[in-house]
């Protein structure tokens, strides 16, 4: 017999591998570039030279057989090092190299950390909108996933409306900012008045609630955006970080947990954190990544491009008429369906080979997102498909 469940996830993809999918096919019979795929959030910045310089020097160095070896589960000890390190240099947060677990990118850790806080009737708080995964990692972990509404007056976290969801069983809430899909940061104001709030009820219900940081676009801002750093604000906090969208290497598969030394039961929690990675099957992170980041930490992505990218977005489409969410970091804009549902907006896209994602999935529906993360050219090319899609909508 096989697992329904665990079929039915298998053969519904998310609605953005769908459209992607869609767009390689269409690729592949029209042209890639009669094709103006917004659809998924795969960087289109290259790595930085120092990452594929190093890579190919640790691929070619005597040590290459020990750079594809395992590696200790929670990482390659100068990999845990250098990260604590560089965080310590940036953040001043007393990180220590044993307080972090290496992982196959951000889903894995997220994936971790829920398990690692499962307990029976468990629930976890999601802020819509969300990165849509986080209700299948949270009921593959065995908790409840409950939302908060998206505030769509402007997208930011409002502590007041969190409030309500909290309840005795809440464990844990998943924060992400910059914000998959609307690209807002959340202000410090609103997380200071988050950590006040999980504070207080922490010690009304008896037991913590963990933040879950999620933060595979910390270093994605613009518009001098400032991403607080929640372990400084809130000591139940806890980091998912990702390689993937920051040093463009999503296919390579590196990311981590950072559980604070001052964090409650912090030390049980990174063992439990490392028996759920266990629990499946999780043996070590791709090891010549992990030599790659001991080498490399201190690297930060060249966000121009993504800049350019929002900028020419954004303010043809407001001129168009579109509303707009302005992003601060990340690489998506999200829109409002000018006239029906995002999902019909999002099938006259299709029909005119624009893929652009309807957030009925993020918890917004809405909405949809456009992936900035393509060539400029893309992004130039496109214009005339989105003025032409608002014009046949505001005709209809
Ligand atoms: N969290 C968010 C908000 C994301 O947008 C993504 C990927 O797009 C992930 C987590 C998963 O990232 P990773 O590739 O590191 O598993």
Do not use: I
């Given at each position: 017999m096989i697992n329904e469940e665990k079929k039915r996830l298998g053969t519904n993809r998310s609605c953005i591998r769908e459209l992607f999918e869609y767009g390689m096919k269409k690729a592949a019979e029209i042209g890639r570039e009669n094709v103006f795929d917004f659809s998924i959030g795969n960087p289109s910045v290259p790595s930085p030279q120092g990452v594929n310089d190093t890579i190919a020097a640790l691929a070619r160095s005597a040590e290459a057989q020990r750079m594809h070896g395992y590696t200790p589960a929670s990482g390659a000890p100068d990999a845990r090092e250098a990260v604590a390190q560089d965080l310590n240099e940036r953040f001043a947060c007393g990180a220590r190299a044993r307080d972090l677990f290496f992982t196959c990118g951000a889903a894995p850790a997220l994936c971790a950390v829920l398990g690692a806080l499962s307990v029976e009737g468990a629930e976890t708080v999601i802020l819509a909108p969300f990165f849509p995964e986080y209700t299948v990692f949270a009921a593959g972990a065995g908790m409840k996933s409950v939302i908060v509404p998206a505030n769509t007056a402007d997208f930011q976290l409002h502590a007041e409306e969190v409030a309500p969801y909290l309840t005795p069983h809440t464990q844990a809430i998943i924060v992400n900012s910059p914000n998959n899909p609307s690209g807002v940061v959340y202000s410090a104001e609103s997380l200071r008045a988050l950590a006040a709030l999980l504070?207080?009820?922490?010690?009304?219900?008896?037991?913590p609630i963990y933040l879950i940081s999620d933060e595979p676009y910390r270093e994605l801002v613009y518009d001098g955006a400032e991403v607080s750093f929640l372990p400084l604000l809130y000591r139940n906090s806890i980091v998912c970080y990702s390689y993937s969208k920051s040093l463009s290497l999503p296919g390579e598969r590196l990311g981590y947990v950072y559980v604070p030394q001052q964090a409650e039961d912090g030390a049980a929690l990174l063992a439990a954190v490392a028996g759920a990675a266990r629990a499946s099957g999780h043996v070590c992170a791709p090891s010549l990544m992990q030599h790659m980041i001991a080498?490399?930490?201190?690297?930060?992505?060249?966000?121009?491009?993504?800049d350019r990218n929002r900028l020419a977005l954004y303010n043809a489409l407001t001129a168009y008429g579109y509303e707009c969410v302005r992003p601060q970091g990340a690489f998506y804009l999200l829109i409002r369906s000018p006239r029906g549902s995002a999902r019909e907006f999002s099938e006259r896209a299709k029909r005119k080979n624009l893929l652009i994602v309807?957030?009925?999935?993020?918890?917004?529906?809405?909405?949809l997102r456009i992936g900035t993360c393509v060539s400029y050219e893309t992004v130039q090319r496109s214009l005339p498909v989105f003025k032409e899609l608002i014009e046949e909508a505001n005709a209809r």
């Open positions: 504070e207080g009820k922490s010690r009304e219900f008896g037991h080498r490399c930490a201190a690297l930060r992505p060249d966000v121009e491009a993504y309807p957030c009925g999935d993020f918890g917004c529906p809405d909405y």
